[in-house]
């Protein structure tokens, strides 16, 4: 039963899977995963960052250990040519060096500031602080974003005779720098969006059992079905609130099933309380209260189907006699079988009704021809004339009755009662046990 009515009883790949999508600002999981995926990229990007930084200083450094590096062997060259003044050998010796691409100024100068050789790549104009540079006594170097610039002491025999400064691009460097930037973001683009997927299932499935609790919640608040059951998937704080919410539902299904247990015993004694206030309690044949909204009711379903309905009052005759010679207890069960012997001839749907005391009414709808109401009567006359065997004795009651008929005698029921009543004293005047119709009521009877 359980599994019938719990959805999350099935196989958590599948309903992982068949679980509809929830609107992205009231889903968890989502939620969930954005924020987590905002942790990872900001991260990712800060690390990103540094790294990059890290990385272009570093290739920056290197470049620069390298060209002072190279330039101290130039320098060293030229150094015997500076002392001789061979400027030609110096030109060639510069020319040799200048192959590299990324070299854009190389001056030599002699300790006095005079140039002793120069190279500028095409559309390069020097930058060099002459006074600046021959101040310098040991190699050092700097760098920008574009550029690196080198000075490297000329020294002979331990003795300095001049200064070789170096200007060189980085532009190399950055493109280099560049393209591994380009192909780390593209790579770490790759890796969040693989994360994001994975992390959604991930978290998918870490909050499945909430996404179900929820669910479940949500159907219970709609169908009041307290029979439903949550299902426990690991013995972690969700499966322990999982169980506390079984263990609510538990009782308020207890409690549901309580209330209804005494809704049903308050309707069956309601029942009972109504058909008590419309029965007669000693001959079971419903009573006067139950008589007027009945007869009330079928002459609107006769008017409304053009149906014919008849009422008869029915008096017994010599009643009082019973009592007062059989006592009052024979005169109830004379009450009792006249009640069960008029009943006996009656169609279901004729209604029977003790008004009170000795007195009875008869409701007939559709009866049809006045022939048939006369013989009716006759019949009811009849078998309440029977005598009636009570301890041992035979009693003899009769009974007189009145006729009225709708809509001949009248069309409401009040005029219907008043006609069958006055029809039922004429009966009792022209010397009982007899019947009177309404409207047939001789001079002599009234
Ligand atoms: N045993 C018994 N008697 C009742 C009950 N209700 C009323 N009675 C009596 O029924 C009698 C009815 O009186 P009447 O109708 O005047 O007496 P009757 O002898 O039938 O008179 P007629 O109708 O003129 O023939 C009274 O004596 C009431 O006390 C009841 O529930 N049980």
Redesign the pocket.
């Known amino acids: 039963m359980q599994a019938k009515n719990n959805p999350s009883t099935m196989p958590a790949g599948d309903a992982l899977r068949d679980a509809p999508a929830s609107p992205r600002s009231a889903s968890l999981v989502a939620r969930l995963t954005r924020w987590n995926l905002a942790v990872l990229v900001s991260t990712l990007l800060l690390c990103f960052v540094l790294i990059a930084t890290a990385g272009w200083f570093s290739a920056q450094e290197r470049q620069a250990s390298l060209s002072q590096a190279s330039a101290q062997v130039l320098a060293n060259s030229l150094a015997t040519m500076l002392v001789f003044e061979d400027r030609d050998a110096a030109r060639a010796e510069l020319q040799s060096f200048i192959r590299r691409d990324d070299v854009l100024e190389l001056q030599v100068l002699m300790t006095d500031g005079k140039l002793f050789a120069q190279w500028e790549a095409a559309g390069q104009r020097s930058d060099l602080l002459v006074s600046e540079a021959v101040k310098v006594s040991a190699a050092r170097h700097e760098a920008d974003a574009q550029q690196l610039r080198v000075w490297i002491p000329i020294m002979l025999r331990g003795e300095r005779v001049g200064v070789l400064y170096l200007r060189e691009s980085l532009q190399a460097l950055r493109q280099q720098l560049q393209q591994a930037i380009i192909m780390a973001a593209l790579l770490m683009a790759a890796g969040i969006l693989v994360a994001s997927r994975a992390l959604r299932y991930v978290q998918r499935r870490a909050l499945w059992p909430l996404v179900e609790l929820s669910r479940l919640a949500e159907q219970v608040a709609a169908d009041q079905n307290y029979s439903r059951r949550a299902r426990v998937h690991h013995p972690d704080e969700v499966g322990r609130l999982t169980e506390r919410f079984n263990q609510l539902l538990r009782r308020a299904e207890a409690w549901q099933t309580e209330l209804n247990r005494q809704l049903r015993e308050e309707q069956a004694a309601g029942q009972q309380y109504q058909r008590l206030a419309h029965e007669d309690s ?1 001959t079971r044949l419903p009573n006067r209260l139950y008589f007027q909204s009945a007869l009330q009711r079928l002459l609107a379903h006769s008017r409304e189907h053009r149906e014919s309905l008849s009422l008869m009052f029915i ?9 007062d010679g059989h006592g ?5 069960q ?2 009792v079988e006249v009640s069960r012997r008029m009943s006996a001839v009656l169609r279901s749907s004729d209604v029977l009704c003790r008004l ?3 007195e009875f009414a008869l409701i007939l709808p559709g009866l049809g021809p006045e022939g048939v109401v006369t013989t009716l009567a006759q019949r009811l006359i009849a078998v309440v004339r029977d005598p009636i065997l009570i301890n041992g004795q035979a009693v003899q009651v009769g009974a ?1 009755v009145g006729v009225a008929s709708f809509p001949d005698d009248a069309t409401d029921d009040a005029g219907l009662l008043g006609q069958a009543d006055a029809a039922m004293y004429a009966a ?1 005047r022209a010397g ?1 046990n007899t019947y009177r119709q309404a409207g047939k009521v001789n001079s002599h009877d009234a």
């Open positions: 000693l008096d017994l005759d010599n009643f009082k006699l019973v009592n009052h207890e024979a005169g109830d004379v009450l009170g005391g000795d007189t009792k009982k």
